[in-house]
């Protein structure tokens, strides 16, 4: 069983920047891969971002260039720094762990899920 725990949501101004962490009860980061979604109200849950063991990463056509997912293998955590919010980016970010050695965008590849973190950007 793993537990992951996320934090760093809140609510910021278009423009801003946020850095949500997921951290992990036992070694996962550098093991298996880790990914962010989110999920607004009323829809369903949408890749973000993902990072390998090996640390490769993959990054959602509508983050791409603003996000960047990263790992520490060390603290067990895997980081989303958020750069030139949005209002759409609005939603509750979910990091999730997945048994698969590559990366997968399908949230149903994923095998543990931590409880999620608000992220609110205002126009």
């Known amino acids: 069983q793993v537990q992951l725990v996320e934090s760093g949501g809140g609510l910021v101004q278009a423009g801003g920047s946020l850095r949500l962490s997921c951290a992990a009860s036992r070694r996962t980061v550098g093991r298996y891969a880790m990914g962010w979604f989110r999920q607004g109200p009323g829809k369903e849950r949408d890749f973000v971002a993902a990072?390998?063991?090996?640390?490769?990463?993959n990054y959602a056509d509508s983050v791409k260039g603003r996000f960047t997912i990263s790992g520490d293998n060390v603290k067990n955590t895997v980081y989303l720094q958020m750069n030139s919010l949005k209002p759409e980016d609005t939603a509750v970010y979910y990091c999730?762990?997945?048994?698969?050695?590559?990366?997968?965008?399908?949230?149903?590849?994923?095998?543990?899920w931590g409880q999620g973190t608000q992220v609110t950007v205002s126009s």
């Open positions: 990072i390998t063991s090996g640390g490769s990463t």
């Open positions: 999730g762990m997945t048994f698969r050695a590559t990366m997968t965008r399908g949230p149903d590849d994923y095998a543990y």
